[in-house]
């Protein structure tokens, strides 16, 4: 069988890794949408529940726009 797989072309070899991966644990795949959904909806209100508190930092528009354009010139 591990021949038979390593024969495989690379998509269905890396198509297979991501199956086997999602086999391992509970969280929600790719095909589980509403899964997915729900997962980033409470990991949004965490990220704002500690925007709120104080807890996280956060950067204006414009210290990001520059960022970006910094990282575009080292890059």
Known sequence: MRSE?????????????FDLLDSLDDRPTESDQAGLDGVWADETARR????????????????????????????
């Open 5 to 17: 797989v390593l024969a495989l072309p690379e998509v269905e070899r890396a198509e297979l890794i």
């Open 48 to 75: 704002a529940n500690q925007i709120d508190l104080g807890e996280l930092a956060t950067d204006s528009w414009n210290d990001v726009m520059d960022k970006v354009v910094e990282s575009r010139r080292v890059g």
